[in-house]
């Protein structure tokens, strides 16, 4: 059989769907001789019907190769690499078909524009998954510059100095980042596991750089020589901050005595000392101290001559001992906060104003204090936003100085807890206080209805003015006379669809929801109303009694 016969019975069989039949005469009629590109074409378009697509791609190159002015193999070549997802070759071969297709072949033209259509969909495609795999698992942060890694691991650090041990966990490289910027080293806390390695690690990384130097309360005695030791070689003039116990403390002293670097104690701006007795020798060295903060436990006499040394803080918090208040006071007029617990406070003889105008303090906090008038009644803090009295003793009414004094207009919190005050002191500081956003009343027997029907406006004050319009927060817990409708009264008038409203739809001095009610420990709550107050207030929270107490009752 010629090679002419072998064709042409390959193409009746392909003609009847015989595909496997055609292929093989067309095979034949190639080993017969035939090398026309018309052979090589019927070929490709039988492996692409079988689905051979890269053998028929290998036909439709041999029919470019043999016939490149004819369009047939291009336009085949062009399904064939958009059929194997190669769609940029496939618009290739679309364009170089274009080039030789008649003008006037237009349902050639028509086909061919389709598929470039598709080719360029699947090519969008291609590119926008390619575009979300990277996007999941491309590295971006890694291709920023050190600089810019150190400075977001320096906003984390700042928040929480122990991030620093999760970062280096991370990879390799934020781990390299990390141990190489000693910033990030600076805060140093020494606890009972392993300290003196601790201190070794840190001062390496930190470059002898602390700033910020911690211990532990729980520390053995017989670590400290290798403490003090490993802290030798520490660049102490970068120390701003300290928290020790007094006996460490005086090591230390001794420590920076021997290396003739004393003067290290008037740079601290940040002291935190638990118990330090015999601290009279240590007050030399408080000579012109630049000390802002201050937290001492204990606090004996002698601590009392630093108020001639120390005139820069701006905080105090002092835990348990006797002050003399006044003179502390007057020494550091720029205070911002007050926190005083478990403190008897000293009277003093003072000559001239006993009063203290202390125009920077924000925040006052006194908790189991003695004599509690011989303070408040010598400070007069107009812009005082936080204020808290728990446990105070041997007092008439905690609160009198304050309801005397100018309004606490700044004023945004306000907990009184387990001391004796009446309802009309109450009132005039909350009337008198517009910004009032946290209100606690706790262990007070005798008070809370009252406070709370004058805030509701059911008891109005005399000018009808609304009161804490602010107020968001409140606990009343422990309060053993609270009624459920006082409380209900305060959710209620202040929910904003029963407050009156204009006829433009605004709500004129409208006061705010309250979001958070704590009425734990307190049996008047009918339990019937709990479901009320739990879906009209974000956070709500009324335990009757706790299982301890439940159990002593049974």
């Known amino acids: 059989m010629s090679w002419k016969a072998s064709f042409q019975q390959g193409v009746s069989n392909f003609k009847r769907n015989k595909y496997s039949e055609a292929l093989a005469f067309f095979d034949e009629a190639i080993s017969l001789g035939c090398d026309s590109f018309t052979i090589y074409d019927s070929r490709a378009a039988v492996h692409e019907k079988l689905g051979n697509n890269k053998a028929a ?49 237009v349902q050639r033209r028509q086909e061919l524009d389709a598929l470039k259509s ?42 929480d100095h122990a991030q620093i041990l999760k970062l280096t966990h991370v990879c390799k490289h934020w781990r390299g980042i990390a141990i190489k910027t000693p910033s990030l080293w600076q805060t140093l806390v020494v606890s009972k596991n392993h300290p003196a390695r601790k201190i070794q690690l ?29 802290l030798t070689p520490l660049s102490w003039y970068s120390l701003r901050s300290l928290a020790v116990s007094g006996t460490l403390f005086s090591r230390i002293h001794n420590l920076l ?88 406070p000293v009277p003093v003889q003072s000559d001239g104003d006993s009063c203290m105008q202390l125009s920077d303090l924000r925040c006052m906090k006194l908790f189991n204090i003695q004599l509690v008038s011989l303070i408040t009644r010598v400070v007069v803090a107009p812009n005082l936003q936080v204020l808290h ?48 956003e946290t209100l606690q009343i706790s262990r007070i027997h005798g008070v809370v ?10 008891h109005p004050n005399d000018n009808n003015q609304d009161v804490c319009a602010s107020l968001k927060h409140v606990d009343l817990s422990s309060c053993d006379d609270l009624l459920t409708r006082s409380a209900y009264s305060l959710v209620k008038t202040r929910l904003h669809a029963d407050q009156p409203v204009t006829v433009d739809g605004n709500q004129p001095g409208c006061r705010s929801e309250i979001e958070s009610l704590r009425l734990d ?33 049974r």
């Open 57 to 105: 791609l290998i036909d439709a190159k041999k029919v470019v190769d043999t016939a490149p002015d004819r369009w047939q193999g291009y336009a085949r070549s062009a399904r064939l690499f958009h059929a194997l997802n190669k769609d940029e070759a496939a618009l290739k071969m679309i364009d170089l078909a274009f080039e030789r297709i008649k003008a006037d072949d």
């Open 118 to 159: 598709q080719a360029i969909d699947s090519l969008k495609a291609a590119k926008e998954r390619r575009r979300a795999r990277i996007a999941k698992t491309a590295y971006h942060i890694g291709k920023l510059p050190v600089e810019i890694f150190s400075e977001i691991f320096g906003l984390v650090i700042a928040a």
């Open 202 to 230: 840190w001062v390496q990384r930190a470059r002898t750089q602390i700033s910020d130097l911690s211990f532990h309360h729980n520390i053995p005695e017989m670590e400290w020589s290798s403490i003090l030791s490993e």
């Open 257 to 344: 005595h021997q290396l003739s670097k004393t003067e290290i104690i008037s740079r601290l701006e940040h002291l935190d000392i638990t118990g330090c007795e015999g601290f009279e020798k240590f007050l030399p060295d408080f000579e012109d101290s630049h000390l802002e903060t201050l937290k001492v436990d204990t606090f004996t006499r002698s601590m009392n001559q630093l108020w001639s040394r120390v005139h820069r803080l701006k905080t105090m918090s002092i835990d348990a001992g006797l002050v003399e208040i006044l003179p502390a006071l007057k020494a550091n007029p720029s205070l911002e906060n007050l926190i005083l617990y478990d403190l008897v």
């Open 389 to 436: 009295l728990f446990s105070i003793g041997r007092s008439s009414d905690v609160l009198l100085a304050f309801a005397h004094a100018d309004p606490l207009r700044a004023l945004r919190e306000l907990r009184v807890g387990s001391c004796t005050t009446t309802a009309s002191s109450l009132k005039i500081i909350l009337a008198g206080a517009p910004l009032l």
């Open 449 to 458: 209805n009252d406070v709370l029907d004058f805030i509701s406006g059911t």
């Open 521 to 553: 420990g307190c049996p008047l709550i009918e339990a019937d109303m709990l479901p009320w107050f739990r879906r009209k207030v974000q956070v709500f929270s009324c335990v009757y009694m706790s299982k301890k107490e439940a159990k002593q009752r």
